[in-house]
């Protein structure tokens, strides 16, 4: 114990991987409520990240009621300092009645600094968003024409009225947005190319509806597999999940030579009952968390569509926190090949740390679980790894004056040290003792002749 707090640095001094960091916002927590007609808001994070200056953004939504009338103010994006503290955007950006009216689902950052923001426009007849904020926390009205673009999914393909939204969000290495979410109980897509319009390269005209078997589907998440776009979510509370080429179409090559190629649906009693979150590992495999009848349910497909039988029991993995409620919501996959799985165990933040096989880490909190309890009924539902190996873990509190944002920072496996290269002293030492041992071996050939 004493070693791994060495090796963790100052202000982490004693802790191991899995503990709360000490060193972020208050002992290792932060809450934040907000207020902006002076009666408690109902606030939840539902994503996160961490930009290249080590400052960390929260994104999600904030509803204050005010009787008789109904204010809902939106999504909030919170930026906080590396040491957890409010810092830049002026505190926060609000939307304050700009859409998307019901909170922003999903955040991604681009390269020059700028945040892309996936959520949705409110109830019946919704539409599906994706903004974008300058540096400054600004909307950008160069996006999409106004900042705002919305894409409408109603009788695009002959069907439905489109009551859409976006629930995952992912940046193209060209610029392109892909947000993955539902219209009329189905799984829509869509891509806006990099000025925020959509792209017709995208299966004609920027928009793609995928229906499973089921009556109710939602895509979750989505993430890129090379050129591929992966979309995980559920059907009818199963896990269901679709991969298609970068034009649109279905990649026949999962699932190949079943009634749906391009798609993959699990049974019932199989895990997790429905995606909550995606990743995808270096050499294509999927992973994804969601429930699990009263556990974490996690699972690992293989680029063909099918479960990975070298992960876990027959590719999935039951993880309980020990009560009846433990969901997942986020996962995320560290550098060394170790799988963060968050979520919660019915009370408070829940994390859990596997192994590439699917074993809990022992390395990592408790036998490889951690909690994290903010004096209400907490839910995790986003992670974010800072390059240090330390854990964000974001979501909301819940108590009787409404729902407040929640973030924690663990500490986690500080990166590997890198091998110092050899110094041109000892090279040439190296040097010496080869030409010592060149001429040795010469000298006694000679000898050997004689």
């Not at 109902?42 to 904030?62: E, Y």
């Not at 109710?216 to 992966?230: H, R």
């Not at 026949?252 to 798609?263: D, E, I, L, S």
């Not at 019932?268 to 009263?294: H, S, W, Y």
Request: charged share 20%.
């Amino acid at each position: 114990m004493a070693l791994a707090g060495c090796l963790l640095g100052a202000g982490s001094a004693f802790g191991a991987a899995g503990d709360l960091d000490t060193s972020f916002a208050t002992g290792g927590k932060f809450v934040q409520n907000f207020q902006t007609i002076g009666l408690p808001s109902t606030d939840a994070l539902s994503s996160a990240a961490i930009q290249p200056d080590g400052r960390i953004l929260l994104g999600g939504s904030t509803f204050e009621f005010n009787p008789p009338v109904a204010s809902d103010f939106g999504f909030v994006v919170l930026r906080l300092s590396a040491t957890g503290a409010p810092a830049g955007f002026g505190g926060a950006t609000f939307s304050f009645g700009s859409p998307p009216s019901s909170g922003a689902a999903a955040l991604a950052l681009q390269p020059d600094g700028a945040v892309l923001l996936g959520g949705v426009s409110g109830g019946m007849g919704s539409d599906m968003y994706v903004d974008r904020l300058t540096t400054a926390g600004a909307f950008d009205s160069g996006w999409g024409g106004n900042g705002h673009p919305a894409v409408d999914f109603a009788g695009f393909d002959g069907a439905g009225v489109g009551t859409d939204g976006a629930l995952g969000l992912v940046r193209q290495p060209d610029g392109a947005a892909v947000a993955a979410g539902y219209s009329d109980n189905e799984f829509a897509i869509a891509r806006l190319g990099s000025g925020g319009l959509l792209d017709s390269g995208f299966d004609g005209d920027g928009r793609q509806r995928i229906d499973f078997s089921g009556t109710l589907d939602a895509a979750t998440s989505v993430a890129l597999s090379g050129s591929k776009i992966v979309a995980a979510g559920s059907t009818d509370g199963r896990l269901a999940i679709a991969s298609l080429n970068s034009n649109g179409s279905p990649d026949t090559t999962f699932r190949p030579g079943t009634a749906t190629p391009g798609q993959t649906e699990a049974m019932a009693t199989e895990l997790p009952r429905g995606a909550n979150a995606l990743a995808i590992q270096p050499d294509g495999k999927i992973l994804v968390a969601g429930p699990g009848g009263g556990d974490f349910g996690v699972a690992r497909v293989t680029t063909s569509g099918f479960y990975d039988t070298s992960f876990g029991t027959n590719g999935q993995v039951a993880v309980d926190f020990g009560g009846a409620g433990d969901v997942a919501n986020a996962i995320a996959l560290q550098p060394d090949g170790k799988i963060l799985v968050a979520g919660t165990d019915g009370d408070g933040f829940a994390v859990a740390r596997l192994t590439s096989s699917g074993a809990l880490d022992p390395t990592f909190g408790f036998g490889g679980k951690a909690t994290v309890n903010f004096g209400g009924v907490d839910e995790a539902r986003a992670i974010a790894l800072q390059p240090d190996g330390k854990v964000v873990l974001a979501g909301r509190r819940t108590d009787a004056n409404g729902g407040d944002f929640a973030a924690a920072r663990l500490l986690g496996d500080p990166p590997s040290p890198v091998a110092a290269p050899a110094t041109k002293k000892k090279k040439c030492k190296k040097k010496k003792k080869k030409r010592a041992a060149s001429a040795k071996k010469k000298h006694c050939k000679k000898k050997k002749r004689h």
